[in-house]
């Protein structure tokens, strides 16, 4: 499938997010696209605070209606209906990176990737405890730290907001 921003992407390229990633230098065009079009699609389960700019758009950004907190900026900010926030391009970015670097994150496979390690009298073996390897997240928290704000839990859907 071809990468088409907002069609099926929120980023028509990561380059920006990514210069200098080695991991996603080393992807091919292809794999790069994929990750963003995978990324986007797990980004789009999320339950998005405000609502979908246009009932005929194909995903969840832009959206209108809504204010978040940002916690970089310190202050509540309002998204219109022609943007795509930078959390959510950023969010885009990162998500894409992990996806290449675990592809099994998409279907929730384990990664197996280690047996053992041992590092002098400490010993960690996969599955330790439980008979299973490692899970690895679908996405990662640095991700959910960045799309927080945005969720129907962190937005004020309503337009306005009250200190008590």
């Known amino acids: 499938m071809a990468l088409a921003y907002l ?9 920006a997010y ?7 230098e080393a992807a ?14 797990l980004l789009d389960q999320q339950s998005w605070g405000g609502v979908a700019a246009s009932p005929t758009q194909l995903l969840a950004w832009p959206r209108e209606a809504g204010t978040f907190y940002d ?12 943007e795509v926030p930078i959390r959510i391009q950023k969010a885009t970015a990162h ?17 197996t990737r280690y047996t053992s390690i041992i590092v002098g009298p ?12 490692p899970r690895i997240p679908k996405v990662p928290a640095h991700v959910n730290k ?15 907001w009250r200190y008590n």
Request: aromatic share 10%.
């Open 7 to 15: 069609e099926n992407s929120y980023l028509s390229s990561a380059d």
């Open 18 to 24: 990514l210069a200098d990633n080695p991991d996603w």
């Open 28 to 41: 091919s065009a292809d794999a790069q696209d994929q990750a963003l079009i995978d990324a986007t699609f």
């Open 71 to 82: 916690p970089v900026l310190n202050l509540w900010v309002s998204y219109t209906d022609s």
């Open 95 to 111: 998500l894409a990176l992990h996806l290449l670097r675990y592809p099994e994150a998409v279907s929730g496979a384990y990664d």
């Open 122 to 133: 400490i010993e960690l073996s996969a599955g330790q405890g439980s008979g299973t390897a």
């Open 146 to 160: 960045l799309i927080g704000p945005l969720l129907s839990s962190g937005a004020q859907n309503n337009g306005w």
